[in-house]
């Protein structure tokens, strides 16, 4: 199974950088989610990382290290509209039969930026 | 932009009653997957579904649950007999072939089911 945490809630200024963590326990690995989930609506992929190391994509980076079960996800340049939830997932290596992309997800950081 | 699309975004029964929540995945897409989101709490995978069969299930996904994908563009989650724990946020997503480059889900607006 999947154990994944990641802090409840964080609080940042508009234009500052924020680094939400994540670690996980995993069973089998096969890639490491961010999404983020504005209230009520669907979650929305942000990046994808599988291996170890940075990907950056605009104002967001997302960092790896299966070694350690750790992950980040770097919002820089913050903006009033990055407040929302971002959704650690992580996808394992599923049952010998499944095709697909099951994703564990934590429960998510609840990010709110102030002016 | 393609976008999986779920039909409908709200839907209220009483307990005991049968309901469809049904989507449109994006169209070259050849995994789906159902998810639940009770309010406040994680997203849950409920079940994915490739090549016309059910790949993998949660416990979640018992006897009162089933999926379909009645013709070329449509995949639908049914619950047989409805109970009040089951209300929740139910997203449909689907994804190219996850063993690539990301194979990201990509997700619907979701169904809000609330039963009463």
């Known amino acids: 199974g999947q154990n994944i945490d990641q802090p409840t809630e964080m609080t940042a200024t508009e234009g500052a950088i924020v680094q939400i963590n994540c670690t996980y326990q995993?069973?089998?690995?096969?890639?490491l989610f961010w999404y983020q989930q504005h209230a009520g609506e669907a979650p929305t992929f942000l990046s994808y990382n599988v291996l170890d190391g940075l990907e950056e994509k605009g104002r967001f980076s997302s960092f790896l290290s299966r070694s350690k079960g750790y992950s980040y996800l770097l919002l820089k340049e913050l903006q009033m509209k990055d407040s929302a939830s971002y959704l650690c997932?992580?996808?394992?290596?599923?049952?010998?039969?499944?095709?697909?992309?099951?994703?564990?997800f934590g429960g998510g950081t609840r990010v709110l930026v102030k002016p | 932009e393609p976008e999986v699309t779920q039909t409908p975004s709200h839907q209220v029964t009483q307990m005991g009653q049968e309901v469809i929540l049904r989507c449109v995945p994006i169209?070259?897409?050849?995994?789906f997957y159902w998810y639940r989101q009770i309010l406040g709490q994680k997203v849950e995978f409920l079940v994915s579904?490739?090549?016309?069969?059910?790949?993998?299930k949660s416990e979640i996904f018992d006897d009162q649950f089933s999926v379909e994908r009645p013709d070329g563009s449509n995949f639908t989650l049914k619950i047989r007999s409805t109970k009040l724990e089951d209300s929740a946020m139910y997203f449909c997503a689907s994804s190219e072939d996850p063993g690539g480059t990301g194979g990201e889900a990509f997700f619907g607006q979701g169904t809000r089911l609330t039963v009463v």
């Open positions: 997932a992580v996808r394992d290596l599923g049952a010998p039969k499944a095709a697909g992309n099951k994703l564990t």
């Open positions: 995993t069973s089998g690995f096969n890639g």
């Open positions: 169209s070259n897409h050849l995994y």
């Open positions: 579904f490739y090549n016309n069969e059910i790949s993998e």
